[in-house]
């Protein structure tokens, strides 16, 4: 009776998706554009913005002071969606959240001039933008399906590249910066989540967990899952595609595009893939806590957070599972642990500062954030946050508006 009910519901929001397409979507709310792409000018300070899922929050914490300087309320506009702001998400949002969580602050991303801060809003599903000094809404777009998940700003601060997880049809949007507004899309495997852009700003990657309303063994057989696709950033289209053994949870890559690092899903292992030649180099197993089981993480993810170090050299892991910050040396065709740190409960990302000194994480369970000097390979502070961060965004803003 329970399988046909959850059939039943899933059936429902699949229909709801198809008449999605013939109904109304609000797009029209905030301040309206505003161009954010022109350099950083005069003084400014280095933030880190910790998106805080549950809360519906960004807190600004200074790397200099470690202190929260600022709160920006990233859902002005309240947590649910209305029927007439969003006739499937306001159908889909209850049922969602009873299974995956309250989720209203997935990922930022900062403009270049350090003024604008966007925000892919989970299962409101949609990104908006906002004005920093005020905290005033710019913009509001909704995205395709369920969910609005990972996202990647362009180098020249035009673009956001985002991926539409849940029931969104495959694709990663590409979004206008200065408005919202849909630039276009393209397809990945099954489930895009992780997104990057490359240094010159030529190519995107998009990485896919497979459909996780599947069990494993039907994932496993559909090529269309576990893949990485490279797509062209101005025309869009696809390049290459790359499959690997399980969903690709955060992904980096080294600046030449021959070598990618991921976390998998499921897995307490951390892999070294050759781009040029498709095919694992390395793959390193962490330390896993005793009596530790799949019950003790979420979503199918028991590492998730990956940073490396501008010298391509060591690589900041967050082991969300077992409660620690690993630092692992990167070599030509292995992966070696330099030193496993503790953290709070449950680190959910990792990002680096921008002299690539420090690895910040963000302790989803403890509501803080651990600092981690990657020289001394130790934990320098742990600052309290707000309710659940999951996600960091490191970058410099003007000094006048904090």
């Known amino acids: 009776m329970r399988r046909a009910r959850q059939l039943f519901i899933w059936v429902l929001l ?16 905030g301040w309206g554009p505003r161009d954010s792409s022109d350099d950083l000018t005069g003084r400014s300070r280095e933030i880190a913005f910790v998106s805080n899922v549950v809360e519906g929050s960004v807190s600004l914490l200074d790397l200099e002071s470690y202190q929260v300087v600022d709160t920006i309320n990233v859902v002005p506009d309240g947590k649910r969606v209305g029927l007439f702001r969003d006739p499937l998400q306001w159908a889909a949002q209850g049922y969602l959240e009873s299974r995956g969580g309250l989720n209203y602050a997935q ?13 892919s809003r989970g299962y409101l599903g949609d ?31 035009r673009r956001l590249y985002v991926s539409a997880l849940i029931f969104g049809g495959n694709i990663v949007e590409v979004l206008d910066t200065a408005n919202g507004e849909h630039l276009g899309a393209f397809t990945t495997g099954q489930w895009p ?4 852009t490359t240094a010159d700003g030529a190519r995107i990657y998009a990485a896919s967990l497979g459909n996780m309303l599947k069990d494993g063994a039907a994932r496993d057989a559909d090529p269309d899952a ?12 696809r390049l290459k595609s790359y499959r690997f053994e399980a969903g690709v949870r955060p992904f980096v890559f080294n600046q030449a595009e021959t070598r990618l690092y991921a976390q998998l899903s499921n897995t307490h292992a951390l892999i070294a893939y050759d781009l040029k030649q498709s095919r694992n180099l390395a793959r390193l197993e962490l330390p896993v806590s005793p009596g530790l089981t799949e019950a003790d993480w979420d979503f199918e993810a028991p590492h998730h ?15 969300r599972a077992s409660d620690y910050a690993a630092l692992v040396a990167v070599h030509d065709e292995a992966l070696e642990t330099l030193s496993i740190i503790p953290v709070g409960d449950a680190p959910s990302w990792a990002a680096l500062d921008l002299d690539g000194k420090r690895c910040i994480l963000p302790n989803t369970r403890s509501n803080n954030v651990s600092i981690i000097s990657i020289r001394e390979q130790r934990e320098l502070a742990r600052v ?18 904090l």
Do not use: N, Q
């Not at 008449?19 to 609000?26: G, I, V």
């Not at 990922?107 to 925000?119: I, M, N």
């Open 193 to 196: 989540h992780d997104v990057h």
């Open 14 to 29: 699949a229909a709801l998706i198809f008449a999605s397409h013939l109904s109304w979507r609000e797009t029209r709310y």
């Open 107 to 119: 990922d930022t991303d900062l403009s270049r001039d350090g003024r604008v801060l966007f925000v």
């Open 127 to 157: 990104v908006a933008a906002f004005d920093i000094a005020s905290g005033g809404v710019l913009w509001r777009t909704p995205i395709s399906g369920m969910r609005a998940d990972h996202m990647d700003i362009s180098p020249d601060g």
């Open 305 to 319: 957070g990956l940073a490396l170090t501008p010298d391509e050299s060591i690589l900041c892991v967050a082991g």
């Open 226 to 237: 576990y893949k990485i696709t490279v797509a062209d950033a101005v025309s869009l289209k």
């Open 384 to 401: 309290r946050v707000g309710a659940a961060p999951k996600h960091i965004t490191v970058g410099r803003v003007p000094a006048a508006i």
